[in-house]
């Protein structure tokens, strides 16, 4: 057993995220486990960029209200207490609903060669309020 260095907070970038999003890394991947964790913390109206997982992805949402969909299909509102699992390679976007912070828990796998995430176009104001 070990505790790990904490890492400093970081601000999402803006090729991935719209808005004011913070990244607390919670675990990387130590092999042999692949686990990633991180909080990730979105201002009122804050997003990711439509995004897909190697190996999926779960959410876990702590505080606030936040939005999520999933390539074609409906915005869904999500709260504190919601889990949400997105399949390997299906893309799709999540963050903060219009007037609220959210803050969500996201934990994937990290494959032991190759991408552990496919970062696409950022998510549109008509796409976000749909």
């Given at each position: 057993m070990h505790i790990q260095q904490v890492k400093a907070t970081r601000a999402g970038?803006?090729?991935m995220f719209t808005?004011?999003?913070?990244?607390?890394?919670?675990?990387?991947?130590?092999?042999?486990?692949?686990?990633?964790?991180?909080?990730v913390r979105f201002?009122?109206?804050?997003?990711?960029?439509?995004?897909?997982?190697?190996?999926?992805q779960t959410l876990r949402v702590t505080e606030g209200l936040g939005r999520a969909q999933e390539r074609g299909g409906e915005v869904i509102t999500i709260r504190p207490g919601d889990t949400v699992y997105t399949p390997p390679g299906e893309w799709h976007w999540h963050g903060a609903a219009?007037?609220?912070?959210?803050?969500?828990?996201?934990?994937?796998?990290?494959?032991?060669?190759?991408a552990e995430s496919e970062w696409g176009e950022l998510v549109t104001d008509e796409e976000y309020l749909t």
């Open positions: 970038s803006s090729e808005g004011t999003v913070y990244i607390d890394e919670i675990t990387a991947r130590n092999i042999p486990s692949k686990m990633r964790v991180n909080t201002s009122p109206g804050s997003r990711t960029a439509w995004h897909s997982h190697a190996f999926g219009r007037d609220n912070f959210m803050i969500h828990l996201a934990i994937w796998e990290a494959p032991e060669s190759g």
